[in-house]
Protein backbone atom coordinates (compact mmCIF):
# COMPACT_ATOMS: atom_id res chain seq x y z
CA UNK A 1 0.00 0.00 0.00
CA UNK A 2 1.31 3.38 -0.63
CA UNK A 3 2.07 5.56 2.07
CA UNK A 4 -0.64 8.40 1.29
CA UNK A 5 -3.65 5.78 1.01
CA UNK A 6 -2.32 4.57 4.33
CA UNK A 7 -2.21 7.76 5.93
CA UNK A 8 -5.61 8.75 4.30
CA UNK A 9 -7.21 5.27 5.88
CA UNK A 10 -5.49 6.05 9.40
CA UNK A 11 -6.79 9.65 9.41
CA UNK A 12 -10.51 7.35 8.79
CA UNK A 13 -10.11 5.03 11.16
CA UNK A 14 -9.44 7.47 13.74
CA UNK A 15 -12.76 9.36 13.07
CA UNK A 16 -10.62 12.45 11.96
CA UNK A 17 -12.12 12.83 8.17
CA UNK A 18 -15.44 11.20 6.83
CA UNK A 19 -15.37 8.44 4.11
CA UNK A 20 -16.71 11.28 1.71
CA UNK A 21 -13.57 13.29 2.63
CA UNK A 22 -11.33 10.72 2.53
CA UNK A 23 -12.36 9.89 -1.14
CA UNK A 24 -12.14 13.42 -1.88
CA UNK A 25 -8.17 13.19 -1.02
CA UNK A 26 -8.07 9.44 -2.73
CA UNK A 27 -9.11 11.43 -6.33
CA UNK A 28 -7.07 14.68 -5.92
CA UNK A 29 -3.84 12.20 -5.40
CA UNK A 30 -5.38 10.48 -8.59
CA UNK A 31 -5.09 13.46 -10.68
CA UNK A 32 -1.87 13.98 -9.47
CA UNK A 33 -0.55 10.94 -10.34
CA UNK A 34 0.74 10.75 -6.56
CA UNK A 35 -1.39 7.12 -6.11
CA UNK A 36 -4.30 5.29 -7.98
CA UNK A 37 -7.03 3.69 -5.24
CA UNK A 38 -10.48 2.27 -5.12
CA UNK A 39 -12.49 4.14 -2.68
CA UNK A 40 -12.91 3.87 0.83
CA UNK A 41 -15.36 3.13 3.33
CA UNK A 42 -16.06 3.98 7.17
CA UNK A 43 -15.87 1.06 8.02
CA UNK A 44 -12.52 -0.53 8.60
CA UNK A 45 -10.23 1.58 6.22
CA UNK A 46 -10.39 -1.15 2.70
CA UNK A 47 -13.36 -1.55 0.14
CA UNK A 48 -15.64 -4.78 0.34
CA UNK A 49 -14.94 -6.37 -2.77
CA UNK A 50 -18.21 -6.48 -4.96
CA UNK A 51 -19.93 -9.55 -5.24
CA UNK A 52 -19.37 -12.30 -7.98
CA UNK A 53 -22.09 -12.48 -10.40
CA UNK A 54 -22.40 -16.17 -9.07
CA UNK A 55 -23.17 -15.40 -5.84
CA UNK A 56 -25.89 -17.07 -4.45
CA UNK A 57 -28.41 -14.62 -2.84
CA UNK A 58 -29.34 -14.90 0.98
CA UNK A 59 -31.94 -17.21 2.29
CA UNK A 60 -34.47 -14.61 3.95
CA UNK A 61 -34.71 -14.30 7.25
CA UNK A 62 -38.36 -13.72 9.03
CA UNK A 63 -37.46 -10.60 11.16
CA UNK A 64 -38.01 -10.86 15.18
CA UNK A 65 -41.23 -9.94 16.57
CA UNK A 66 -40.53 -6.43 17.68
CA UNK A 67 -39.97 -6.08 21.52
CA UNK A 68 -43.00 -4.51 23.76
CA UNK A 69 -42.78 -0.93 24.25
CA UNK A 70 -42.01 -0.03 27.83
CA UNK A 71 -43.71 3.10 29.18
CA UNK A 72 -42.74 6.21 28.36
CA UNK A 73 -41.59 8.94 31.13
CA UNK A 74 -42.91 12.34 30.14
CA UNK A 75 -39.91 14.80 29.27
CA UNK A 76 -38.93 17.00 32.52
CA UNK A 77 -39.69 21.24 31.65
CA UNK A 78 -36.96 22.30 30.07
CA UNK A 79 -34.67 24.62 32.57
CA UNK A 80 -34.88 28.31 32.36
CA UNK A 81 -31.52 29.51 30.92
CA UNK A 82 -29.58 31.12 33.18
CA UNK A 83 -26.58 32.29 30.97
CA UNK A 84 -26.83 35.05 28.20
CA UNK A 85 -24.17 33.33 26.25
CA UNK A 86 -24.73 31.74 22.45
CA UNK A 87 -22.63 30.07 19.90
CA UNK A 88 -23.06 29.90 15.84
CA UNK A 89 -20.88 28.51 13.16
CA UNK A 90 -20.37 29.83 9.56
CA UNK A 91 -17.89 31.40 7.27
CA UNK A 92 -19.54 34.90 7.84
CA UNK A 93 -21.41 36.55 10.97
CA UNK A 94 -23.34 39.54 11.67
CA UNK A 95 -22.78 40.26 15.14
CA UNK A 96 -25.99 43.26 15.66
CA UNK A 97 -26.69 45.88 19.01
CA UNK A 98 -24.38 47.22 21.14
CA UNK A 99 -20.60 45.38 21.63
CA UNK A 100 -17.89 46.58 24.28
CA UNK A 101 -15.19 43.96 23.90
CA UNK A 102 -14.23 41.90 20.67
CA UNK A 103 -12.03 39.14 21.17
CA UNK A 104 -10.36 37.33 17.67
CA UNK A 105 -8.37 34.00 17.80
CA UNK A 106 -6.63 32.59 14.46
CA UNK A 107 -4.03 29.83 13.95
CA UNK A 108 -2.50 30.81 10.79
CA UNK A 109 -4.18 33.34 8.30
CA UNK A 110 -4.13 37.31 7.93
CA UNK A 111 -6.58 39.34 9.44
CA UNK A 112 -7.84 42.73 8.50
CA UNK A 113 -10.45 44.75 11.18
CA UNK A 114 -11.69 48.21 10.04
CA UNK A 115 -13.09 50.35 12.05
CA UNK A 116 -16.03 52.84 10.76
CA UNK A 117 -17.85 55.93 12.02
CA UNK A 118 -21.32 54.80 12.55
CA UNK A 119 -20.91 51.34 11.62
CA UNK A 120 -23.64 48.96 13.64
CA UNK A 121 -22.52 45.84 15.63
CA UNK A 122 -19.67 43.39 13.75
CA UNK A 123 -19.09 42.15 10.53
CA UNK A 124 -16.46 39.39 9.75
CA UNK A 125 -16.16 36.56 7.15
CA UNK A 126 -13.66 34.48 5.77
CA UNK A 127 -13.71 32.40 2.62
CA UNK A 128 -11.80 30.10 3.21
CA UNK A 129 -12.69 29.05 6.83
CA UNK A 130 -14.35 28.36 9.81
CA UNK A 131 -16.02 31.11 12.00
CA UNK A 132 -17.04 30.33 15.52
CA UNK A 133 -19.12 33.47 17.16
CA UNK A 134 -19.54 32.79 21.04
CA UNK A 135 -21.26 35.93 22.50
CA UNK A 136 -22.19 36.56 25.80
CA UNK A 137 -24.18 39.83 26.54
CA UNK A 138 -22.07 42.79 25.11
CA UNK A 139 -18.97 40.84 24.80
CA UNK A 140 -17.99 38.82 21.43
CA UNK A 141 -15.61 36.11 20.89
CA UNK A 142 -14.71 35.24 17.32
CA UNK A 143 -12.61 31.69 16.28
CA UNK A 144 -11.28 31.54 13.19
CA UNK A 145 -9.86 28.08 12.10
CA UNK A 146 -9.30 26.08 8.67
CA UNK A 147 -11.36 23.04 6.99
CA UNK A 148 -8.06 20.48 8.33
CA UNK A 149 -9.46 18.02 10.94
CA UNK A 150 -5.73 17.68 12.26
CA UNK A 151 -3.13 19.95 12.22
CA UNK A 152 -0.67 17.57 12.67
CA UNK A 153 -1.17 16.32 9.01
CA UNK A 154 -0.10 19.89 7.80
CA UNK A 155 2.98 18.53 5.99
CA UNK A 156 1.78 15.33 3.82
CA UNK A 157 -1.62 16.95 2.73
CA UNK A 158 -0.18 20.50 1.78
CA UNK A 159 -0.18 19.38 -1.98
CA UNK A 160 -3.51 17.55 -2.03
CA UNK A 161 -5.24 20.53 -0.01
CA UNK A 162 -4.18 23.01 -3.25
CA UNK A 163 -5.09 20.05 -6.09
CA UNK A 164 -8.99 20.20 -4.61
CA UNK A 165 -9.10 24.08 -3.56
CA UNK A 166 -9.02 24.04 0.23
CA UNK A 167 -5.82 25.96 1.70
CA UNK A 168 -4.54 26.03 4.95
CA UNK A 169 -4.36 29.80 6.07
CA UNK A 170 -7.52 31.39 6.66
CA UNK A 171 -7.83 35.15 5.37
CA UNK A 172 -10.19 37.06 7.58
CA UNK A 173 -11.89 40.34 7.34
CA UNK A 174 -13.31 42.17 10.33
CA UNK A 175 -15.75 45.60 10.50
CA UNK A 176 -16.13 46.90 13.68
CA UNK A 177 -17.42 50.16 15.28
CA UNK A 178 -14.42 52.83 15.72
CA UNK A 179 -15.36 53.70 18.92
CA UNK A 180 -14.76 49.96 19.90
CA UNK A 181 -13.95 49.85 23.74
CA UNK A 182 -11.78 46.77 23.96
CA UNK A 183 -9.91 44.69 21.04
CA UNK A 184 -8.26 41.65 21.33
CA UNK A 185 -6.30 39.68 18.95
CA UNK A 186 -4.31 36.43 19.01
CA UNK A 187 -2.58 34.55 16.08
CA UNK A 188 0.37 32.37 16.02
CA UNK A 189 1.05 33.10 12.33
CA UNK A 190 -0.23 35.38 9.83
CA UNK A 191 -0.19 39.38 8.77
CA UNK A 192 -3.00 41.67 10.86
CA UNK A 193 -3.96 44.74 10.12
CA UNK A 194 -5.93 46.88 12.48
CA UNK A 195 -7.36 50.52 11.39
CA UNK A 196 -9.59 53.24 12.37
CA UNK A 197 -10.01 51.09 15.83
CA UNK A 198 -9.93 54.04 18.37
CA UNK A 199 -10.68 52.19 21.63
CA UNK A 200 -7.82 49.91 23.62
CA UNK A 201 -6.05 47.43 21.17
CA UNK A 202 -4.02 44.61 22.90
CA UNK A 203 -2.48 41.86 20.49
CA UNK A 204 -0.54 38.61 21.00
CA UNK A 205 1.19 37.86 17.87
CA UNK A 206 3.69 34.58 17.52
CA UNK A 207 4.71 35.21 13.97
CA UNK A 208 3.84 37.43 11.34
CA UNK A 209 4.09 41.39 10.50
CA UNK A 210 1.31 43.78 12.55
CA UNK A 211 0.24 47.07 11.12
CA UNK A 212 -1.58 49.61 13.44
CA UNK A 213 -3.15 52.68 13.13
CA UNK A 214 -5.35 54.96 15.64
CA UNK A 215 -5.43 53.28 18.73
CA UNK A 216 -6.38 54.88 21.21
CA UNK A 217 -3.82 52.57 23.86
CA UNK A 218 -2.18 49.82 22.81
CA UNK A 219 -0.32 46.46 24.41
CA UNK A 220 1.68 44.51 21.99
CA UNK A 221 3.29 41.29 22.26
CA UNK A 222 5.07 40.02 19.46
CA UNK A 223 7.59 37.00 18.48
CA UNK A 224 8.76 37.27 15.20
CA UNK A 225 7.83 40.13 12.38
CA UNK A 226 7.76 43.70 11.96
CA UNK A 227 5.38 46.19 13.56
CA UNK A 228 4.61 49.29 12.62
CA UNK A 229 2.57 51.19 14.86
CA UNK A 230 0.60 55.31 13.89
CA UNK A 231 -1.25 56.33 16.46
CA UNK A 232 -2.47 59.33 18.69
CA UNK A 233 -1.98 58.67 22.52
CA UNK A 234 -3.10 61.54 25.14
CA UNK A 235 -4.08 58.96 28.02
CA UNK A 236 -3.49 55.74 29.46
CA UNK A 237 -0.73 52.68 29.30
CA UNK A 238 0.47 51.63 26.34
CA UNK A 239 3.17 48.60 26.21
CA UNK A 240 5.07 46.82 23.11
CA UNK A 241 7.09 44.40 23.50
CA UNK A 242 9.24 42.12 20.61
CA UNK A 243 11.11 39.46 20.22
CA UNK A 244 12.92 39.60 16.89
CA UNK A 245 12.02 42.34 14.35
CA UNK A 246 12.25 45.73 13.67
CA UNK A 247 9.58 48.21 15.33
CA UNK A 248 8.48 51.15 13.56
CA UNK A 249 6.27 53.79 16.26
CA UNK A 250 5.26 57.46 14.57
CA UNK A 251 3.00 59.01 17.09
CA UNK A 252 1.13 61.81 15.33
CA UNK A 253 0.54 65.36 16.17
CA UNK A 254 -1.28 66.55 19.77
CA UNK A 255 0.43 63.18 21.49
CA UNK A 256 1.40 63.73 25.40
CA UNK A 257 3.60 60.60 26.47
CA UNK A 258 6.58 59.77 28.67
CA UNK A 259 8.37 57.30 26.77
CA UNK A 260 10.81 54.75 27.75
CA UNK A 261 12.34 52.23 25.30
CA UNK A 262 14.85 49.91 24.66
CA UNK A 263 16.47 47.12 22.78
CA UNK A 264 19.23 44.55 23.94
CA UNK A 265 20.61 43.64 20.21
CA UNK A 266 20.02 46.54 17.71
CA UNK A 267 19.34 50.35 17.37
CA UNK A 268 16.69 52.44 19.14
CA UNK A 269 16.18 56.22 18.41
CA UNK A 270 13.22 58.63 19.24
CA UNK A 271 12.74 61.93 17.51
CA UNK A 272 11.01 64.79 18.44
CA UNK A 273 11.03 64.24 21.98
CA UNK A 274 12.63 66.03 24.76
CA UNK A 275 15.34 63.35 26.25
CA UNK A 276 15.88 62.59 29.80
CA UNK A 277 17.93 59.70 29.52
CA UNK A 278 19.88 57.57 27.14
CA UNK A 279 22.30 55.16 27.08
CA UNK A 280 24.45 53.48 24.41
CA UNK A 281 25.81 49.77 24.70
CA UNK A 282 27.59 47.60 22.13
CA UNK A 283 24.96 45.79 20.94
CA UNK A 284 21.97 48.16 21.78
CA UNK A 285 20.48 50.67 23.84
CA UNK A 286 17.98 52.29 25.98
CA UNK A 287 16.46 55.93 26.37
CA UNK A 288 13.45 57.77 28.36
CA UNK A 289 11.79 61.13 27.12
CA UNK A 290 8.78 62.78 27.67
CA UNK A 291 6.31 64.15 24.62
CA UNK A 292 3.97 67.48 25.22
CA UNK A 293 2.81 67.09 28.91
CA UNK A 294 3.74 63.48 28.97
CA UNK A 295 -0.02 62.07 30.10
CA UNK A 296 0.30 58.83 28.80
CA UNK A 297 2.88 56.10 29.22
CA UNK A 298 4.45 54.32 26.60
CA UNK A 299 6.87 51.46 26.74
CA UNK A 300 8.38 49.53 24.02
CA UNK A 301 10.74 46.92 24.61
CA UNK A 302 13.04 45.19 21.75
CA UNK A 303 15.54 42.06 21.97
CA UNK A 304 16.71 41.61 18.45
CA UNK A 305 16.24 44.50 15.84
CA UNK A 306 15.86 48.32 15.51
CA UNK A 307 13.35 50.66 17.25
CA UNK A 308 12.45 53.67 15.45
CA UNK A 309 10.04 56.22 17.41
CA UNK A 310 9.26 59.32 15.72
CA UNK A 311 6.41 62.41 16.99
CA UNK A 312 5.30 64.17 14.44
CA UNK A 313 5.32 68.01 15.13
CA UNK A 314 7.36 67.35 18.53
CA UNK A 315 10.53 68.67 19.60
CA UNK A 316 13.67 69.03 17.53
CA UNK A 317 15.53 67.77 19.78
Do not use: Y
Request: charged share 20%; with cysteine; proline share 8%.
Amino acid sequence: MDPFRERIENLLRQGKISPEEANKLLKALDNTGDTTSAPLTGSGGTPTPPPTARAVPPTPVTPPAPPPRAAQTPPAPPTPATAASTTTQSSSAQIDGAISKLSVSITAGDINIRGLPNHQGITAHSDNGRLEVIRNGDEVRLVASTLIHDPTEIGWLNTVLKTIGRNLPVNLEITVPSDLALLEVKALAGDVDVNGVTGRVTMDLQAGDLTLNDAGSFDISAKAGDVKVSTTLTAGDSRLSALAGNISLKLQSGSSVTLKASTVAGDVSAKGFILTQTEKRITGGSLEGRLGGGRATLECRLTAGDLNIEAIGGSSQ
